[in-house]
Structures are given as structure tokens and as C-alpha cells.
């Protein structure tokens, strides 16, 4: 005789999630027992009223620990609804159509979901165990409702949607066929592939990035090269000149010392310091008498000479006058 385990707990149901909740809700009844799940997937019928009454007692137990384990897995409200059947059978199909719908609403959920799945593509900012997470979710739903999606179109929509660095890959998996393989199978190898890739694209980064160091350093050393090359010739060229100039100055000097002893020879530097003595010793004079008293402004001379030349004027025009 079937018994309940009480070591698990029913999942909860609050509504939200009735496909998760429902899967995993059927999981536990049929860990209880395969005949207490039975009696939930299919109506207890006990037409023959001459049927021996342990069997009928058998039927109705495991109906009724289904009930139980309904009841336990809902919130108050959600138990309202249906705490008035007896059978396990038609509580659960009261459920299915409270939360999934009659039939013709099953039909247009899956439409929208088969919809969902031609249309299904990679978002930009998605990795590939999140792509085939969501795809995974979308087959979980349509099998939920009734469809079936096999595992090889599973693969192919997964392969479909996968980013153009991937194309080579998908080739060789599609050729070799995927009628053997499951679709976690595939993304296994996806995922390798991906990883394998990543190694590599790394490994090309660090030697770029070391080649890019050693080009940097050749052409520091280079310019130190070529700089202490310039400043070497910068020296030589320097001392050169200098080496140059030296000899010129001595020349120079020694041109100065003979020209200045020829000049002293021939008296000329004497005769400048006697003449600038001179000048600076005699005084001034007057240019009309040379005395050395007065200038000309206040010659004496100068002014008897200016009332001779008056007296001799005025005594001609006295002499016109009187002709």
C-alpha cells in the first residue's frame, strides 16, 4: 500500500510560475508512488458495483493521498478554488484550465510560442550559455503545452544563432550529424571550442603586446645611440673650432703687440697725448682781439669798430643831402 514520504515537501504554488510549477509538482507525486500519480492522470472509474471492496479501498487511498499532496503544495486562495472535488483527476484538470486554459487557449499560446522560436535570435550583449538558457526555457514551455520539439531541432536553432566566429565550427558539426547527439552534448563543444579560441586570441594579445616592448626598446636605444653619436660629433666639431679660434686670437695678439710697438716708434701715440694736453690746459680766447678775458660777444673792439661804421653811414647821407 502506497504511503507518503514524509521527508519532502510538496512545492509551493502561488500562481506565478504554473509550467515550473506543474513539472515539478508531477515529479513528486511520482516519487510518492507511480500508482498515486496514476490516479491523477487518469479518472478513478469503479463501474462494476460487485467489485471486491479492498480494491475499491486500494483506488480510492491513492486518490485520496493525491489530494493531500495537492492540497499541501497551495496557498489559501489558490485551494478555494478547488476544495470542493474529491477526485485528484478533476482537481488537476481545474487547475490546468484555471492557470493554462481550455484547449483553444493551449492552441494560441503554443502559436505564440512557435513564433517566438522562428524568430529567435542572439541579443548583443548575450553569451552563449545564456542564448541556449533561453532557448531551452522557450522548448520547456511548448512541451508544456503539448508540443513536441525534438532534440535535433533543439541543436540546429542553437547553431543557428550562434555569432559568425563561429561558422567553421557549426560546419563541421552539421556535416558530421546531430541525430546522435543531445543538445547539452552540443553546447559542450561549443563552449570548448569557445575556450580554445579564447587561449589563443590571449596568447596573440601577449605576444603582440611583447613584440610592441621590444620595438619600443630597440628604438630607445636607437635614439640613445644616435643622440651620444650627435653630441660626440657636436664635441669634436666644438673643440675643433675651438682648437681654431685659439690659434687665430694668438695670431691676432701677437699682429696687436708688434703694430702698437711700430705706432710708439713713429711717435704717433705721443703726439695725441701732448695735443689732448694742451687742449686741456690753454684757456679760450677772443676771436676779435685774442684775449684771454672776454669772448667776442663782449669785445670792446668789436663795438667801436660797429659805432665807426654808424658815424660813417649817417655822415654819407648827410653828404647826398645836401648835393
Not at 515537501?9 to 516519487?31: E, L, V
Not at 503554443?110 to 522557450?138: C, G, N, T
Not at 620595438?215 to 660626440?232: L, N, Q
Request: proline content about 2%.
Amino acid at each position: 500500500m502506497a504511503q507518503i514520504n514524509d521527508n519532502k515537501r510538496a512545492p509551493h504554488f502561488d500562481g506565478s510560475n504554473d509550467s515550473y510549477w506543474k513539472a515539478k509538482m508531477t515529479t513528486y507525486i511520482k516519487s510518492i508512488n507511480r500508482k498515486i500519480w496514476k490516479a491523477v492522470e487518469t479518472k478513478i472509474e469503479i463501474a462494476d458495483p460487485e467489485t471486491p471492496i479492498m480494491a475499491k479501498e486500494v483506488l480510492l487511498q491513492n486518490n485520496d493521498i493525491a489530494l493531500s499532496a495537492i492540497h499541501d503544495a497551495l496557498d489559501e486562495r489558490k485551494f478555494d478554488q478547488i476544495k470542493n472535488i474529491k477526485m485528484a483527476n478533476e482537481v488537476w484538470k481545474k487547475l490546468e484550465e484555471s492557470f493554462e486554459g481550455t484547449q483553444a487557449v493551449k492552441s494560441a499560446k503554443a502559436y505564440i510560442l512557435k513564433e517566438k522560436f522562428a524568430r529567435f535570435k542572439m541579443k548583443d550583449d548575450e553569451s552563449v550559455p545564456e542564448i541556449f538558457h533561453r532557448l531551452q526555457v522557450l522548448i520547456n514551455d511548448l512541451k508544456a503545452l503539448g508540443e513536441e520539439v525534438k532534440d535535433k531541432d533543439f541543436s540546429h536553432k542553437f547553431l543557428r544563432c550562434l555569432p559568425s566566429r563561429f561558422g567553421t565550427f557549426v560546419t563541421i558539426l552539421v556535416r558530421s550529424g546531430l541525430d546522435t547527439m543531445t543538445p547539452n552534448q552540443v553546447l559542450g563543444d561549443v563552449m570548448t571550442d569557445d575556450t580554445y579560441r579564447d587561449n589563443n586570441e590571449k596568447e596573440k594579445k601577449n605576444k603582440e603586446k611583447k613584440d610592441e616592448k621590444k620595438d619600443d626598446k630597440k628604438k630607445s636605444v636607437s635614439f640613445k645611440a644616435t643622440t651620444s653619436s650627435k653630441g660626440k660629433v657636436k664635441q669634436d666639431t666644438s673643440s675643433k673650432d675651438e682648437g681654431s679660434f685659439t690659434r687665430d686670437d694668438e695670431k691676432m695678439t701677437l699682429f696687436m703687440k708688434r703694430f702698437g710697438k711700430f705706432m710708439v716708434k713713429k711717435g704717433y701715440r705721443a703726439r695725441r697725448k701732448k695735443s689732448s694736453s694742451k687742449n686741456k690746459k690753454e684757456a679760450r680766447k677772443c676771436f676779435k682781439c685774442n684775449s684771454k678775458d672776454h669772448f667776442i660777444a663782449k669785445c670792446p673792439y668789436n663795438v667801436t669798430m660797429m659805432m665807426i661804421a654808424r658815424r660813417a653811414r649817417r655822415t654819407r647821407r648827410r653828404i647826398r643831402k645836401t648835393r
